[in-house]
């Protein structure tokens, strides 16, 4: 009957082991895919720089508008660059909780196989693997936080320099 109820728990480890194993996979793939839209949108941003500074050159007849608005533009710029480095720095963090997170995985699994060699000394051993579940569990949400709270400032990026780009397009047109 104790048996029983170990083999249980174990089962029930084992599961959520398995779902952890499946959030960290997400998480990094999640990652690897913001990487790859905040690196394009930095490209996008260096581009309109580049087009904003050429254009702005192009139409120097217009002197003191024209400075005013490129030094405002500018500053758009330096601030969309600068919360795109902030981005970055954050996806730096949400690595390092990966592999904090791959790292803790791998020793629930040592954990795993030591509990079912020496099923004897399972009480203990199973109210250990319990605290440090329910800690990774903690990390995996905070994380999961974090990743939405990402999300949602990626969404608000994206709509300032589509806001940007309109603000350019308006401009050209004018010129």
Do not use: P
């Not at 030094?71 to 981005?87: A, D, H, R, V, Y």
């Not at 605290?131 to 990402?150: G, R, V």
């Amino acid at each position: 009957m104790v048996s029983k109820h170990w083999e249980a728990e174990l089962a029930t480890l084992k599961g959520n082991n398995a779902k952890l194993t499946a959030a960290l996979l997400e998480s990094t793939a999640n990652g690897k895919q913001w990487k790859q839209q905040l690196s394009a949108y930095q490209e996008e941003a260096e581009r309109l720089h580049k087009r904003v500074m050429t254009e702005l050159e192009c139409a120097s007849g217009q002197a003191n508008a024209v400075h005013t608005h490129k030094i405002e533009l500018n500053q758009t710029i330096q601030e969309q660059e600068s919360m795109l480095k902030k981005k970055e720095e954050k996806f730096e963090k949400i690595c390092v909780n990966t592999r904090e997170l791959q790292a803790q995985r791998d020793y629930l699994i040592q954990k795993l196989k030591e509990v079912e060699i020496r099923i004897k000394d399972l009480e203990g051993q199973l109210s250990d693997l319990e605290q440090h579940l329910e800690k990774s569990q903690n990390e995996q949400e905070a994380i999961h936080n974090n990743l939405k709270t990402l999300l949602e400032i990626l969404d608000g990026k994206i709509f300032e320099l589509e806001e940007l780009r309109d603000t350019m397009a308006k401009l050209i047109e004018c010129s």
